[in-house]
């Protein structure tokens, strides 16, 4: 083996190699970074609300001037839910309950001597469309705490204003979920305090939701009992993307928060450029392949003679073949290993500055970046060698 | 393998020859493992041709060609490499040797694919063909005649049955043809195998059992 390398070394032309390792690993990087960067960035457009089930749409009617002096229901009733169930894209449907009661949220700190409170209001959905985890959304009568989700927004308001201003301390989502909120009740005579425990932020649930347990019972106890109609639905569809959704409310007049919409298409720009840049990496990988071959051909032709003689001393075309073979495996994987370096050096400066401008991101996966660049690594390797074994058995049967 | 039969073998440039005379071309013979062939020939006429039929990289001829009864076009690859490894042994007349390589790794180059001499064995030969200086020197620096003493190492250092040698002795003085024909003829004997010679002159002198004209 030693032998036959001395032999077949010579002509090995380093610039071509060098062409070849540099445009490969170009490719490479290219393709593995456009993965991976799509896995990290994708979490920021359909994270975030993940404790919501993934294609719904909240429905309102429209709120309009005219319609609030003539005193339009703005509530949708019991054939209105129906007619919306009996679509073909909606999976299901269920109702925002609003609370019947007074409620007051309080968040103490005593260490800092800081009071707020704030009247609010409480909203409920069925629990089938809140995806966080069961035995944190749950109330039984007699409990003292109240699982809580809040719009993310509410903390925004809180870090980048009232904080600011005031100097106090930023609070990420970890410390407020520890944060005991106090919630005052009252209604029909009654006045109770609960302790409210944030299990999650929404970006689209403009609400303040507890769990459906709670709001029956509280709702109760705490006010007639009467059922009122709702102002919202949250409508699980088969695909978001369906133009029937959109015509359909649009005819009805209802409105849709439509930022689920938004967030879709944002995924397919980030797919649609990915994969063009990805196409691109390929495209490169493709010719860096394609240099290697040619130079390797060029290699083999020069060695031509030699490599005859090798075949008439009775070496097998097989052993012939692993030299370079071997030459273009190991480049190959060089390749495959520098560019899951340089990847993960890049990783690293992006995903800071993606982290100063989003603090809770964590990336995304990296395996799929890696097991795509083994792939990689195994198909260019295996067209490699069965294009050298190809070519020495030209030699034979010339 | 025991016999190499050649029926009606004939290059394909001489089929429009209306008149061949020869004893191998246009012939049937049959050579036996053991047998000492010599092969006389005008050049022109087609020896080293028939090497390379019998060793499997030309097939530009009429007739058959049979190791063991066996037609040799329906070899394989993998048989060759096999035949090349184990049975049959060839000394180019054009030698086919590597320049680049020092004498030694010419010869270790056969025998690490065959295992079959050590290298003191190996050594003993240097030193009866006179070339023991020459062990690292590059092949391209050596002269032909030293060059052949080199392609008949490499040639012996595999088990074979029948061992071809085309001109072997073309650039030897008389002497160290005889050293070579004792080296070869011994390990031949010891391996109990054939050797077919061809020559334009110079023979290599080895007790023929055959003597044919091409």
Known sequence: MRLVWKLLRSHVSVSQLAGFFLANLCGMVIVLLSIQFYNDVLPVFTGGDSFLKKDYLIVSKKVSTLGSFVGKSRTFSERDKEEI???????????FTPSQFKVS??????????QMSTAMFFESVPDKYVDVNLDKWHFTPGEETIPIIIPRNYLNLYNFGFAQSRSLPQLSEGVMGMINLEIRISGRGMRDTFKGNIVGFSDRLNTILVPESFMNWANQTYAA???KEPSRLIVEVNNPADDRIARFFKDKGYETEDDKLDAGKTTWFLKLI????MAVGLVISALSFYILMLSIFLLLQKNSTKLENLLLVGYSPAKVALPYQFLTVGLNAVVLLLAVGLVWLLRGSYLDKLQNLLPGLEGGMQWPMLVIGFLLFVLVSVFNVLAVRRKINGLIKK | MNTITLQQVLPQVFADRDRITSDVWHQSLEWKKGERVLIEAASGTGKSSLCSYIYGYRNDYQGIICFDGKNI???SVDDW????????????????????LSAWENVQFKNTLTNFKQKKEIKVWFEALGI???????????????????????????????IFLDEPVSHLDEENGRIMAAVLGEEADKQGAGIVVTSIGKHLELDYDITLKL
């Open chain 1, 85 to 95: 169930e009996a679509q073909p894209f909606t999976k299901g449907v269920g109702a």
């Open chain 1, 105 to 114: 949220a309080g968040v103490g700190m005593e260490q800092v001597g800081l």
């Open chain 1, 225 to 227: 009992g009467e059922v």
């Open chain 1, 274 to 277: 990915v994969g063009i840049v």
């Open chain 2, 73 to 75: 076009k329906g070899l």
């Open chain 2, 81 to 100: 490499v096999n035949i090349r490894q184990s049975s049959l042994s060839m000394l180019f007349q054009e030698l086919r040797l590597f320049p680049e």
């Open chain 2, 132 to 162: 023991a200086d020459k062990w690292d020197v590059p092949l391209g620096k050596l002269s032909f005649g030293q060059q052949q003493r080199v392609a008949l190492m490499r040639a012996l250092c595999q088990p074979f049955d029948f």
